[in-house]
Nanobody
Framework: QVQLVESGGGKVQPGGSLRLSCAAS????????LAWFRQAPGKERRFVAA????????YYGDSVKGRFTVSRDNAKNTLYLQMNSLNTEDTAVYYC???????????????????WGQGTQVTVSS
């Protein structure tokens, strides 16, 4: 079992920034990939970003490239998402997800992740 706890969501004005955190505990592994997905009301869950724990390779969804940065702190087993230049289309519940031994082509698929956090709301509004 792996437990994931997100924090850092909130309300921000367009153009603003937020930083999300996800603390992982339990039976984690250095072959893990941790990812962020988001889901807006009435829409499917969409891939945002991911990072391989071993090596630190990062992946981003097209809509967030150049604005969001995913990172990790190995010692704390914590995932981060720095979100800049936020716009109203970024409004969603953001979920942290844990996957293991994922091949590159499967990283953006939410069905490939075994464990999920409870989600944190991000609202971008003036």
């Amino acid at each position: 079992q792996v437990q994931l706890v997100e924090s850092g969501g909130g309300k921000v004005q367009p153009g603003g920034s937020l930083r999300l955190s996800c603390a992982a505990s339990g039976r984690t592994s250095n072959t893990q990939t941790l990812a962020w997905f988001r889901q807006a009301p009435g829409k499917e869950r969409r891939f945002v970003a991911a990072i391989r724990w071993r090596g630190g390779t990062t992946y981003y969804g097209d809509s967030v490239k150049g604005r969001f940065t995913v990172s990790r702190d190995n010692a704390k087993n914590t995932l981060y998402l720095q979100m800049n230049s936020l716009n109203t289309e970024d409004t969603a519940v953001y979920y942290c997800a844990y996957g293991s031994n994922l091949i590159t082509s499967s990283i953006s698929g939410h069905a490939n992740y075994a464990y999920w956090g409870q989600g944190t709301q991000v609202t971008v509004s003036s």
